[in-house]
């Protein structure tokens, strides 16, 4: 079974431009978390999604966004890019039970290899 | 608030020898711990997990014990390879996934 995938692996982007990133999960995995790592924060929670709906969201400004598609596939978007928003964004997918369910449950989340975006 | 965080930045070992990678944690509400092993270039790889409900979890070369009395998490690797060079990180999840992970430590196998 493939792995979990994004694209693209690097980019290049400058000041106040805004950027698209995909992911695509474990073939039959329903939820899709997004994860910012940086060398000073460490690995940060932004959001997760679940049936094409936003189920959890981390602290992050709204120039950050995600959606998800039927197909579980998920975008997110960095709009006006900041220096500071550099990073190792990581998605990572679960097979995900009904929300609500999650109180005990070892829902394991699998990561991509991530996307390296230097903002210029 | 919420912290997960780790005793060493960087663990050094003999190839052969067990390590020991510690985590400790504040929230003891959390009822699901996972220790996930990065290398350079790469994302997150899941290791081992443990619930609330569970002291020690054992898997291939690998131990997870789970101390809520201190809230303390550790990791075990028996007969380190230069392969287990890594950085290891411990997260935590209390409902739903998302996932607060700790600094990480910073392992490095010596030949």
């Known amino acids: 079974k493939a792995g979990v995938t994004q694209t693209p692996r690097y980019l290049i982007k400058t000041r106040g431009q805004q950027v698209t990133l995909s992911c695509s999960p474990i073939?039959?995995?329903?939820?899709v978390s997004w994860y910012q790592q940086t060398p000073g924060q460490g690995l940060q929670f932004l959001f997760e999604?679940?049936?094409?709906?936003?189920?959890n969201k981390g602290n992050f400004p709204g120039r950050f966004s995600g959606r998800q598609f039927s197909n579980s596939r998920s975008e997110m978007n960095v709009s006006t890019l900041e220096l500071g928003d550099s990073a190792l964004y990581l998605c990572?997918?679960?097979?995900?039970?009904?929300?609500?369910?999650?109180?005990?449950?070892?829902?394991?989340?699998?990561f991509g290899p991530g996307t390296r975006l230097t903002v210029l | 608030g919420e912290n997960v965080g780790l005793h060493l930045p960087t663990l050094s070992v003999q190839e052969g020898d067990n390590s020991i990678i510690n985590c400790a944690y504040s929230?003891?509400?959390?009822?699901?711990f996972i220790w996930y092993k990065q290398e350079s270039g790469k994302g997150p790889q899941f290791i081992i997990d443990i619930r609330s409900n569970m002291d020690k979890r054992q898997g291939q070369r690998v131990t997870v014990l789970l101390n809520k009395t201190v809230k303390h998490l550790s990791l075990q690797i028996a007969a380190t390879q230069p392969g287990d060079s890594a950085v290891y990180f411990c997260a935590e999840k209390r409902g739903g996934n998302k996932l607060t992970f700790g600094t990480g430590t910073q392992l490095k196998v010596e030949l």
């Open positions: 999604y679940f049936s094409e709906t936003q189920r």
């Open positions: 929230n003891s509400a959390s009822d699901y």
């Open positions: 990572a997918s679960s097979l995900a039970r009904q929300a609500g369910s999650g109180r005990g449950a070892t829902d394991t989340q699998y």
């Open positions: 073939s039959g995995h329903r939820s």
